[in-house]
């Protein structure tokens, strides 16, 4: 990147934009847009809180709904023994515009994964947000090498982030046309997702749902990081991980720019004690066993939302946030097995409801014929392990004690067939 912006190995993102005399300029230049943000916000945040209750579920297909973020450049012939292994279905795999000379690397890599649906997010620098031509260029590039084998082209990441290059959504909005314009022109083929807002500042989502731009999307990615707030459960402003995404939802069902599709391309927790490889500060990170317990809630929560697409964690490999810490050789964190685990077991799921009541919660699906509850409370209590009953950890290991404790670890409890046939028969889907 062009200075005052600089990259951070370590946390794999951008650097702290240290120049406020440059940030409060750039702002300056981009004050309409910020204008029309806010007052876009008074009409249309209102009105998707308004339309909540109106909008259905989707049928979320399974086999694509665990995605998983992946460095092409890390540790690459582990990355595809541990995708193989894995046997995830998605991948989300990150392209800088500022080192397009490894484009040829990612192309292999891409064309060693073509079984798999890749979403390719592409990120941007000041450059090419500034050097629309340069942009276009790049990106006709980018598509004629890997239209066959992206299935989504995500453009720009983190808008609402200024160290990683925008400073309005308006800014985003002329960064993206360059990329539609170019689908209607010459990649009619290939599917372009947007928005790129990360955490959960909606006005930034309004401006890129609700404006005068001529370019639509193929569907909505948003980075939906809630690890600020601690568990997914916790509320911001009265909402929890589930009304977040609700309320997302309903902002892509009001938008005439968009196809009906939304994508978390992007979430994760930061793991304590791993500073300066940490992408947040100490105060918001946790320890591995809480990681992979909010990590698994996360997914629980998004998928019985039944209202988003996909979820990619980031990521596999990654000191300070990812499945693996490949500081001292490799070592696959907890979190890898309950990946592992989830993923071979609900990939196939169809979901049948979500009861909470009290702070517990239990997801219902059917899988392969068989009754599945997956319970957890944010409050430890236990559950007499019935006989009908066939409990297993995050992780996959059979659990035989006669009391069950149910605490911020969710347990996978399978119903025997009998049993679950005639207890839920009347509550399957389809």
């Not at 569907?219 to 995404?245: C, H, M, W």
């Not at 009953?389 to 004690?401: H, I, N, P, R, W």
Request: hydrophobic letters at 40%; proline letters at 3%.
């Amino acid at each position: 990147m062009k200075k005052p912006f600089t990259w951070d190995d370590y946390s794999d993102q951008p650097a702290l934009l240290k120049d406020k005399e440059y940030k409060k300029t750039m702002r300056k230049k981009e004050r309409a847009s910020l204008l029309y943000m806010f007052f876009a916000s008074l009409v249309f945040l209102p009105l998707s809180l308004l339309a909540m209750p109106f909008v259905k579920r989707k049928e979320i297909d399974t086999t694509y709904f665990f995605a998983l973020g992946v460095d092409f450049e890390r540790e690459p012939a582990l990355t595809q023994e541990l995708l193989e292994e894995l046997s995830v279905e998605t991948i989300v795999v990150r392209l800088k515009l500022w080192e397009m000379e490894k484009l040829p690397q990612l192309a292999a890599f891409i064309k060693a994964n073509k079984q798999r649906k890749i979403i390719l997010k592409i990120m941007q620098d000041r450059e090419h947000i500034e050097d629309l031509n340069l942009l276009q260029k790049d990106l006709e590039t980018i598509f004629s090498l890997l239209r066959e084998d992206v299935a989504l082209f995500e453009i720009g990441s983190t808008i609402n982030r200024s160290k990683w290059g925008f400073f309005s959504a308006g800014e985003y909005l002329r960064f993206y046309k360059i990329a539609y314009d170019l689908k209607v022109s010459k990649f009619q083929d290939i599917e372009l997702i947007g928005s790129g807002v990360i955490d959960f500042e909606l006005y930034y989502t309004v401006h890129t749902l609700f404006n005068f731009c001529k370019c639509k999307y193929d569907g909505i990615a948003s980075l939906l990081y809630v690890d600020r707030r601690g568990a997914p459960e916790n509320t911001q402003l009265g909402f929890s991980l589930t009304d977040k995404i609700a309320l997302l939802s309903t902002m892509v069902w009001l938008s005439p720019k968009t196809k009906q599709k939304l994508y978390i391309t992007e979430t994760n927790w930061p793991i304590s004690g791993t500073a300066p490889y940490a992408p947040t500060s100490e105060y918001e990170c946790v320890s591995e066993e809480t990681y992979s317990d909010y990590m698994l809630r996360y997914y629980l929560l998004a998928f019985a939302s039944q209202q988003v697409d996909a979820v990619s964690w980031h990521q596999l490999i990654a000191p300070g946030c990812g499945l693996i810490d490949n500081r001292e050789g490799i070592r696959k964190r907890e979190a890898y097995a309950v990946y592992k685990y989830m993923l071979h077991t609900l990939k196939n799921a169809q979901f049948l409801r979500l009861d909470i009541k009290r702070g517990y919660y239990i997801i219902q699906f059917w899988v392969n014929e068989q009754l599945l509850q997956v319970h957890w409370s944010l409050k430890e209590t236990t559950l007499k392990n019935e006989e009908f009953f066939e409990v297993y950890s995050k992780t996959g290991q059979k659990v035989e004690d006669e009391i069950l404790t149910i605490g911020s670890a969710p347990l996978y409890i399978f119903i025997t067939k009998e049993v679950g046939q005639k207890v839920n028969a009347s509550e399957r889907i389809g």
